[in-house]
């Protein structure tokens, strides 16, 4: 397994592979228990997550490991025994943060020699990466992508017995492996995976190359961890997906995606749900209807548009028009008036006119975002965008990228002050960072409302009245906890 690259020969069944690891992991544990008492104290561990909430999750379950063996975990890189880095790949810039972190790490190395560092995720799956790692970043000790993450336990006792860089990178995976242990990072609110992968290949996209073809988990699978984490103190889930509105097309007995959600809206004790993301091609009249129902899943829709040019939106591959976006949202909108929807935005394309940018700005107005992720084209190697030859000159890029961004803060700033006075209830989720005396709620809608704690727990929900809009958050008052 040192210092090569394997494809995928799955040999044992999933619940064989549960066993297996958990083997590993008190296998591992002796080892870890070796270095404390090296040390003279529990080893610390370091997991910096990159990207996406799919990311966010898969730490959760590396630090689930690392706790399980022994490991203390730690949020400083300095004080840490073990730092892995849970990478991204959809934008070069998230790769050169990579790269430029690696450099401090191989610094702290020099200085404390029994530090290890481990890279996965999303960035690992690229060839070109592990090339550039093997030759300019030999202190690294272990490498894995996304296929394999369900290995850790094993990875890390052959990190133990080998000197030299362990390097397993899986091409695809049909495997779905569960009930290994999570770490999370919330007492009150939990990521589940409920589909890994994309098919839908948009032209600029790496995320199908580097995560595979759409797998749905099981239903029975999704239920059962919910309902454990509901017991644990869990009110709000997340179901993580690509593309959640394809869930479940291929599974051996096939289940649309508003069926689940009617599904996990039955677990008693569970308040809110929410999920992303959502492809606006597969978002069916169903799901809106559950939605509309639902008295569980929040008022809020991620429904990335990309761009409002028809003619980028073909060349992008996403297979929808600019006026059925339009449309779909009308309906949304007619079914749930009160809905807030946030979209991602590429500007940049290739080929794409400061014309093309004038249709995304007409569709920023009319659709009326709350919030909208705007984002500059980034070339990924090995996607049909990357060789197509009219990449857009930086320059226009920025003044369409600038003109688009006020449209975006302008439309969220009005919409986010419709709300002033209103009462919502919020899901209180933290102690403001920058004045201990507050704490920070989440609204159904994504919103984030500020307020004096008072007697108010972490993980309540309480009705706050939002006294004042700041633009992008709220500052508010309890009226009933
Ligand atoms: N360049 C810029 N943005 C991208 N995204 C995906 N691929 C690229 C790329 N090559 C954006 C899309 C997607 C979000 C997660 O990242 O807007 O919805
Ligand atoms: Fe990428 Fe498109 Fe799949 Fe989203 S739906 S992950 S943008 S290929």
Same mark, same amino acid.
Request: glycine content about 6%; some cysteine.
């Given at each position: 397994?040192?210092?090569?690259?394997?494809?995928?020969?799955?040999?044992?069944?999933?619940?064989?592979?549960?066993?297996?690891?958990?083997?590993?992991?008190?296998?591992?544990?002796?080892?870890?228990?070796?270095?404390?008492?090296?040390?003279? &104290? !529990?080893?610390?561990?370091? $997991?910096?997550?990159?990207?996406?909430?799919? =990311?966010?999750?898969?730490?959760?379950? *590396? @630090?689930?490991?690392?706790?399980?063996?022994?490991?203390?975990?730690?949020?400083?890189?300095?004080?840490?025994?073990?730092?892995?880095?849970?990478?991204?790949?959809?934008?070069?810039?998230?790769?050169?943060?990579?790269?430029?972190?690696?450099?401090?790490?191989?610094?702290?190395?020099?200085?404390?020699?029994?530090?290890?560092?481990?890279?996965?995720?999303?960035?690992?799956?690229?060839?070109?990466?592990?090339?550039?790692? &093997? !030759?300019?970043?030999?202190? $690294?000790?272990?490498?894995?992508?996304?296929? =394999?993450?369900?290995?850790?336990?094993? *990875? @890390?006792?052959?990190?133990?017995?080998?000197?030299?860089?362990?390097?397993?990178?899986?091409?695809?995976?049909?495997?779905?492996v569960e009930d290994l242990p999570v770490s999370r990072k919330y007492p009150y609110k939990s990521g589940i995976n409920i589909m890994f992968g994309c098919n839908n290949f948009c032209s600029y996209c790496i995320v199908p190359y580097v995560r595979g073809r759409e797998r749905s988990r099981d239903p029975k699978e999704i239920i059962r961890e919910i309902e454990h984490l509901v017991a644990d103190g869990v009110v709000e889930v997340m179901l993580l997906g690509q593309n959640v509105n394809s869930y479940g097309k291929n599974l051996e007995e096939p289940i649309t995606f508003a069926q689940l959600l009617r599904e996990v809206e039955q677990i008693e004790g569970l308040q809110r749900i929410r999920f992303m993301t959502s492809h606006p091609k597969d978002l069916s009249d169903e799901l809106i209807e559950v939605m509309r129902q639902s008295t569980k899943?929040?008022?809020?829709?991620?429904?990335?548009?990309?761009?409002?040019?028809?003619r980028i939106l073909k060349a992008m591959n996403r297979r929808y028009t600019k006026d059925q976006y339009l449309a779909l949202v009308d309906k949304i909108k007619t079914a749930m008036p009160d809905i807030a929807i946030t979209t991602d935005i590429i500007v940049g394309f290739p080929g794409e006119t400061l014309a093309d940018v004038e249709e995304t700005i007409d569709v920023v107005r009319r659709v009326q975002y709350d919030n909208a992720f705007t984002f500059i084209y980034s070339k990924r190697t090995g996607t049909p965008a990357a060789a197509m030859d009219n990449q857009v000159p930086e320059e226009v890029v920025r003044e369409g990228f600038d003109k688009l961004l006020k449209v975006v803060q302008d439309t969220a700033r009005e919409r986010a002050a419709r709300l002033q006075g209103q009462v919502m209830e919020a899901l209180v989720e933290e102690v403001n960072e920058?004045?201990?005396?507050?704490?920070?709620?989440?609204?159904?809608?994504?919103?984030?409302?500020?307020?004096?704690?008072?007697?108010?727990?972490?993980?309540?929900l309480v009705q706050v009245s939002l006294d004042t809009c700041h633009g992008f958050y709220y500052t508010g008052h309890v009226i009933e906890a």
């Open positions: 397994m040192s210092g090569h690259t394997t494809a995928q020969c799955a040999s044992t069944s999933d619940e064989q592979e549960t066993v297996l690891q958990n083997k590993y992991m008190k296998e591992a544990e002796v080892y870890v228990n070796k270095l404390s008492r090296q040390l003279g &104290r !529990r080893p610390l561990c370091c $997991v910096t997550t990159f990207g996406c909430q799919m =990311n966010a999750r898969d730490s959760e379950k *590396l @630090l689930g490991i690392l706790t399980r063996i022994g490991y203390v975990s730690t949020e400083s890189e300095e004080e840490a025994d073990f730092v892995i880095y849970n990478t991204c790949t959809v934008r070069d810039n998230a790769n050169q943060r990579v790269y430029g972190r690696l450099g401090f790490l191989n610094s702290l190395k020099r200085k404390k020699p029994h530090l290890k560092i481990a890279l996965c995720g999303c960035m690992m799956q690229e060839h070109s990466v592990i090339e550039k790692i &093997r !030759r300019s970043y030999r202190f $690294v000790d272990l490498i894995f992508g996304t296929h =394999n993450i369900f290995k850790f336990a094993q *990875l @890390l006792v052959a990190m133990f017995e080998n000197q030299e860089m362990i390097i397993d990178i899986w091409q695809e995976t049909d495997q779905i899943i929040c008022r809020h829709l991620h429904l990335p548009v990309q761009a409002g040019s028809d920058q004045d201990a005396s507050l704490l920070t709620g989440r609204l159904s809608n994504n919103m984030l409302v500020h307020f004096p704690a008072g007697n108010i727990r972490i993980g309540q």
